[in-house]
Nanobody
Framework: QVQLVESGGGLVQAGGSLRLSCTAS????????MGWFRQAPGKERDFVAA????????TYADSVKGRFTISRDNAKNTVYLQMNNLKREDTAVYYC?????????????????WGQGTQVTVSS
């Protein structure tokens, strides 16, 4: 059974940094795409970033380009989201997700597995 467990969320001041982790288990993820999404109160769940597990190709939402970096450690079965220069509008619950699609996709409906989420709160 596939399991995704996020960690690393918390409270940070605007301009600060956080690194989220997503540890995956239950199968090998070769050929998968791993994604990060976020959902603010009263809003839809939005795409943030994704990475192809094999060669590490990435894609980002425009709102986070230049500030966030997605990466993975194959040996640890872990995906990271380094978030720098955080803004108040980055406040949300952040979710890790995995898809067998094999190509970089941004739609929530394309992802097969989801973590439970981790809260990120950015204060001014």
């Amino acid at each position: 059974q596939v399991q995704l467990v996020e960690s690393g969320g918390g409270l940070v001041q605007a301009g600060g940094s956080l690194r989220l982790s997503c540890t995956a288990s239950g199968r090998t993820f070769s050929g998968y795409v791993m994604g990060w999404f976020r959902q603010a109160p009263g809003k839809e769940r939005d795409f943030v970033a994704a990475i192809r597990w094999n060669e590490g190709r990435t894609t980002y939402a425009d709102s986070v380009k230049g500030r966030f970096t997605i990466s993975r450690d194959n040996a640890k079965n872990t995906v990271y989201l380094q978030m720098n220069n955080l803004k108040r509008e980055d406040t949300a619950v952040y979710y890790c997700a995995a898809t067998r699609a094999g190509i970089l996709v941004v739609a929530t409906t394309a992802y097969d597995y989801w973590g439970q989420g981790t809260q990120v709160t950015v204060s001014s």
